[in-house]
């Protein structure tokens, strides 16, 4: 069956610092893999989608960066965090030719 | 954009009461995804939607897509304290992207 794993689970990080959220798939091979943020109470929002190895496509401007170094890793990354930055970060796969999104258990991220 | 509303934002209710949260896109929908996410968890897949007019139930929840595709309900018949959570419909994209709707926060109070 397959699984996702996503950590660190939670982290506090003080404004300017670098980020990395690290993602990781099994049991399936060339997912399409997805980088979602949540504020607090708030929607989820599309950051970085990716079909292949290397391949990156980002849905919003910002600070944040994602990374696909291999088939089953997604990296989300920042140089430098912003306050604004905070929030309830989401990993998801999906089967290329399917339609259900399963998502990671989530990295909380609050920047202080 | 690409997002979709959801109304309402937020719903509290009495355990027993019924509930019901709808998802509009200013566009035609290929399909319509709900997902339900727990207080502090991660959203989890309930259902998917395609044809026009469809209903899918699942116990006490009844899922419906409305005939123009454009807009899909969620309904729970007799909340309990375990529907709790934040309730997300979801459409997809050409690009094999899933956009969120705004969800619908549901408390239950018992």
């Known amino acids: 069956s397959q699984t996702i794993h996503q950590w660190p689970a939670t982290l506090v990080q003080p404004v300017g610092s670098p980020l990395s959220l690290e993602c990781t798939v099994e049991g399936t091979s060339n997912p399409n893999l997805y980088w979602y943020r949540q504020a607090a109470g708030r929607g989820l929002q599309l950051l970085f989608y990716s079909v292949g190895i290397g391949q990156i496509s980002s849905e919003v401007p910002q600070n944040l960066s994602a990374s696909r170094p291999q088939d089953r890793q997604f990296i989300l990354s920042s140089k430098k965090l912003l306050l604004s930055d905070s929030g309830f970060y989401l990993c998801?796969?999906?089967?290329?030719?399917?339609?259900?999104?399963?998502f990671g258990e989530g990295s909380w991220l609050t920047v202080v | 954009g690409q997002q979709v509303m959801q109304i309402p934002q937020y719903q509290h209710v009495q355990e027993g009461e019924d509930f019901t949260t709808y998802c509009n896109s200013s566009?035609?929908?290929?399909?319509i995804q709900w997902y339900k996410q727990r207080p502090g968890g991660h959203p989890v897949f309930l259902i998917q939607l395609v044809k026009s007019g469809e209903v899918k139930k699942q116990k006490r929840l009844t899922f419906q897509f409305g005939e123009a595709k454009k807009n899909s309900s969620l309904h729970i018949t007799a909340t309990q304290t375990t529907d709790v959570g934040t309730y997300f419909c979801?459409?997809?994209?050409?690009?094999?992207?899933?956009?969120f709707g705004t969800g619908t926060r549901l408390t239950v109070i018992p």
């Open positions: 566009t035609t929908l290929s399909n």
């Open positions: 979801a459409k997809g994209t050409g690009a094999n992207n899933l956009f």
């Open positions: 998801a796969w999906r089967q290329v030719r399917g339609n259900t999104i399963y």
